[in-house]
């Protein structure tokens, strides 16, 4: 049977004029109405939301954290063996002979900056030091928490949470959309990357359905990001002087919450009014400086050598226990309080929360790379977009979170870092090394990590709301009308704002847990289909049929 080539034309239709003019009504209203409703109900009927919410959350938990654990695995088993397969690797995210459009350091900074650089900030130091307390190995007996004998286990979560299942799942989405966007001229919106299962059909209300749903998985995926971001900034605020935004327990007040989203929404706003190649790659850049001087304090001054076997003998560990933990689900025997209930319930709170996240978190940072990544090739893209960001997540964790662990153990901090806030253990680490020698020191060192989270929350939101027009835009990255770039800056800050204020960051935990469920159905969906596209690809060749659109005229050559 002779071969013919890809399908390259999938029209979604848009509004030609009005308010909505290069909108898809559809997917645009739709989303919208989804996420105003909830931002309603959190804000009116709180103790409501939080319960119905809260009990969605604990059967989704219960009943699908196999399938969140199994599914980010072959995430990773996808990208690896794309990168590894001769004939998928060597691909060109693009038309033949295209070349990147940014830097290495531009690709790196903007795919760092937006996909996980909030978290290094708060979790670099909060995770290894609440792993160091509480882990399965305490759990079960093996280990002692708060001890030595701990930390090496608390790496090996620590990396598995941060590492290569994290950036594989942004991978997965990015090369599935730079793959049909770039190579076969199809709109750059999640549809596009299922064609090889569904076909046209997903011009209509399959298409619809499913680019829907990446919106509000963007929306709750992001908001989980902020709301941790937010609670970190109110409580540098209060660290560098800023009275009445903070409870005692470290926690925001409503008057923080809206200091803090009106800087931040504002800021990522004006940006997201820029465009990419202007306000998010200066931003990106700017962030990547500061975070490589932070590190470097870290590093220099910090606990060099206990953070150095951290990170070696850290990766060691992790790999060696990667097959395992990959595929491995606790199951609870419902006896509370017993050792296989407390371990079910640890497995829901850290790998099962993070791998919801991830997927959440996927449509937005995988949109955003494949925007960002034209013209590299696949084996490029997994090793720049899954490989490298994993080390740096974990030289992050292996010299700040080893930094405060030590401090513990042999530094005299008594608990000083183990007993903040998580947002705020990273700002009484530095003023406990920095206050002794000069307290103008530390309170610098705090404004600087201030200015970097602020840059990292930025770059997050208006990548975001520029991602969230891509979509509603039918894939279109052209300038997108000024009131939906407003109206996203503002639904998100009121996710936020109106989650933080109902239930805390456990109320956005539980409302994008819920949101990725879904999503995470459509990316092995996209595994399946960027494998099928690949394959079928090959045969093209081999049968001399044309693969990528011609880069003169921008559609298919005929067969």
């Excluded at 941060?162 to 594989?168: M, P, S, T, V």
């Excluded at 070696?312 to 097959?323: E, H, K, R």
């Excluded at 989650?499 to 805390?504: A, P, R, T, V």
Aim: glycine fraction near 10%.
């Amino acid at each position: 049977m002779s071969m013919k080539p890809p399908l390259s034309d999938l029209p979604i239709k848009t509004a030609e004029n009005g308010f909505y003019r290069g909108f898809s009504v559809n997917v645009t209203v739709v989303s919208k109405i989804i996420i105003s409703l909830l931002v309603v109900w959190c804000i009116v009927w709180p103790t409501q939301a939080g319960t119905i919410l809260g009990n969605w959350n604990t059967a989704i938990l219960a009943q699908f954290a196999a399938w969140y654990i199994w599914v980010v695995t072959a995430f990773v088993l996808v990208c690896i063996g794309l990168a590894i397969w001769p004939a998928a690797g060597r691909l060109n995210l693009g038309t033949v002979g295209e070349k990147p459009e940014f830097s290495n350091f531009s690709w790196f900074s903007m795919m760092f900056g937006a996909g996980i650089g909030v978290g290094m900030l708060t979790w670099a130091v909060a995770e290894p030091v609440a792993h160091f307390k509480n882990n399965p190995s305490v759990i079960q007996g093996v280990t002692t928490a708060l001890d030595v004998d701990n930390v090496r286990t608390a790496y090996v979560w620590s990396y598995l949470h941060w590492g290569l299942g994290a950036w594989a799942c942004y991978a997965i989405a990015g090369l599935a959309l730079a793959f049909f966007s770039y190579r076969r001229g199809l709109p750059l919106t999640i549809r596009s990357s299922l064609t090889p299962l569904f076909g046209k059909s997903l011009s209509g209300t399959v298409g619809h359905v499913i680019d829907i749903v990446a919106v509000v998985a963007t929306i709750l995926g992001v908001a989980q990001t902020l709301g941790f971001g937010v609670e970190q900034f109110v409580a540098g605020l209060t660290r560098i002087g800023i009275g009445g935004l903070a409870l005692e327990d470290g926690s925001a007040t409503t008057l923080g919450i809206v200091v803090a989203l009106l800087v931040i929404m504002g800021a990522s706003t004006m940006s997201a009014l820029s465009g990419v190649g202007k306000g998010i790659k200066w931003l990106s850049n700017i962030n990547m400086v500061l975070s490589i001087f932070l590190l470097g304090f870290f590093i220099i001054f910090g606990a060099t050598w206990f953070g150095a076997s951290a990170f070696f003998i850290g990766i060691w560990d992790y790999l060696v226990a990667l097959p395992w933990l990959s595929f491995n689900v606790y199951s609870s025997d419902g006896v509370e309080g017993s050792e296989a209930f407390l371990l079910t319930q640890w497995q829901g709170w850290w790998p099962v929360f993070y791998w919801a996240w991830w997927i959440a978190f996927a449509p937005f940072v995988g949109l955003f790379l494949a925007r960002i990544s034209r013209g590299r090739s696949i084996r490029e893209f997994v090793l720049g977009a899954m490989i490298v960001p994993s080390l740096m997540c974990f030289v992050w964790f292996a010299w700040a979170g080893g930094t405060a662990i030590d401090l513990e153990l042999n530094g005299g901090a008594n608990g000083l870092i183990l007993d903040a806030a998580n947002g705020d253990k990273i700002f009484a680490m530095t003023e406990f090394m920095l206050a002794p020698i000069a307290q103008a020191l530390a309170w610098a060192m705090a404004v600087l990590i201030v200015v970097l989270l602020m840059t990292f929350l930025v770059t997050s939101a208006d990548s975001a709301v520029l991602i969230v027009n891509t979509i509603n835009a039918a894939g279109d990255e052209g300038p997108k009308a000024r009131p939906h770039i407003l109206f996203w800056g503002a639904a998100l800050a009121f996710v936020v704002g109106g989650l933080l204020i109902s239930g805390g960051t456990g109320a956005i935990q539980t409302a994008m847990v819920i949101g990725a469920l879904p999503f995470s159905l459509v990316m092995a969906l996209m595994c399946i289909a960027l494998i099928k596209a690949i394959w079928n690809d090959s045969r093209r060749e081999a049968a001399g049929v044309a693969t990528t659109i011609d880069p003169e005229t921008m559609v298919m050559p005929a067969e």
